[in-house]
């Protein structure tokens, strides 16, 4: 896959040994949850890298001094259902960050995907936006809610996956080169059902013990 400036595939030792016991068939609800949450912490840190930050004035027990605070308000937009899953990996490091939800599934016969719920901070067009959703497949999903929160005014936008497929990252590098995404590890290709290759299987199911 061609290199964009946008695409940040993080590869870390520790996020591959996470991701490795996340794949396998036989991880069950509770370590599967566990697991994208902790994922989702390490790319919350990795995404924040480069965040500008404020100078505040701190009285420590023996002198007052400047410190470097993020900037601005954070705000959280899990797509759901799978979204939801990485919402309390940023929540440990941003714990006042506010939540909205896109509600979106993608239709099995032609993959393209479906809205059916939005409901979204006030004011969320001035917060920095994580779009969060730990699979990347075709990126209709990813680029549609993108589309929307842009609609509603947004300028500041990360996205952070967990698995990427090429053909979703290409898709919205491209649509999209103005928002930052942040994916634990890149994966070889999607499968005639639109299905990430070797992948996780079904995010929602497995996070929700749904299958
Ligand atoms: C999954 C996943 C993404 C979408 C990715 O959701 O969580 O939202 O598919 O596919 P795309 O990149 O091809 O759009 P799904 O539609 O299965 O809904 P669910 O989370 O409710 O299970
Ligand atoms: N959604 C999932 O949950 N898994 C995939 O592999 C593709 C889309």
Same mark, same amino acid.
């Given at each position: 896959?061609?290199?964009?400036?946008?695409?940040? #595939?993080? !590869?870390?030792?520790?996020?591959?040994?996470?991701?490795? @016991?996340?794949?396998?068939?036989?991880?069950?609800?509770?370590?599967?949850?566990?697991?994208?949450?902790?994922?989702?912490?390490?790319?919350?840190?990795?995404?924040?890298?480069? %965040?500008?930050?404020?100078?505040?004035?701190?009285?420590?027990?023996?002198?007052? =001094? /400047?410190?470097?605070?993020?900037?601005? &308000?954070?705000? @959280?937009?899990?797509?759901?259902?799978?979204? $939801?899953?990485?919402?309390?990996? #940023?929540?440990?490091?941003?714990?006042?960050?506010?939540?909205?939800?896109?509600?979106?599934?993608?239709?099995?016969?032609?993959?393209?995907?479906?809205?059916?719920? =939005?409901? $979204?901070? &006030? *004011?969320? /067009?001035?917060?920095?936006?994580?779009?969060?959703?730990?699979?990347?497949?075709?990126?209709?999903?990813?680029?549609?809610?993108?589309?929307?929160?842009?609609?509603?005014?947004?300028?500041?936008?990360?996205?952070?996956? %967990?698995?990427?497929?090429?053909?979703? %990252?290409?898709? %919205?590098?491209?649509?999209?080169?103005?928002? !930052?995404?942040?994916?634990?590890? $890149?994966?070889? =290709?999607?499968?005639?059902?639109?299905?990430?290759?070797?992948?996780?299987?079904?995010? *929602?199911?497995?996070?929700?013990?749904?299958?």
């Amino acid at each position: 896959m061609k290199e964009y400036k946008n695409v940040h #595939v993080l !590869n870390h030792p520790l996020i591959c040994h996470k991701v490795a @016991i996340l794949r396998d068939e036989n991880t069950g609800t509770k370590q599967f949850r566990e697991l994208i949450e902790e994922i989702t912490t390490l790319l919350t840190f990795e995404s924040f890298n480069n %965040v500008p930050t404020k100078t505040v004035k701190v009285k420590t027990p023996l002198e007052e =001094c /400047e410190q470097q605070t993020v900037d601005g &308000e954070i705000a @959280i937009v899990p797509i759901l259902r799978a979204g $939801l899953g990485m919402v309390s990996g #940023v929540h440990t490091l941003f714990p006042t960050a506010k939540v909205g939800h896109i509600g979106m599934y993608r239709d099995e016969q032609t993959l393209q995907p479906k809205e059916y719920y =939005c409901k $979204l901070p &006030e *004011g969320i /067009e001035k917060m920095r936006v994580i779009l969060l959703d730990p699979m990347l497949a075709t990126g209709g999903s990813a680029c549609d809610a993108i589309d929307l929160l842009k609609r509603r005014g947004c300028k500041d936008i990360k996205l952070m996956n %967990v698995i990427g497929a090429p053909e979703g %990252v290409e898709r %919205v590098a491209k649509a999209h080169p103005d928002v !930052n995404v942040y994916i634990a590890t $890149l994966d070889r =290709c999607l499968n005639e059902n639109g299905y990430i290759l070797p992948g996780l299987g079904d995010a *929602g199911d497995r996070l929700f013990g749904t299958k």
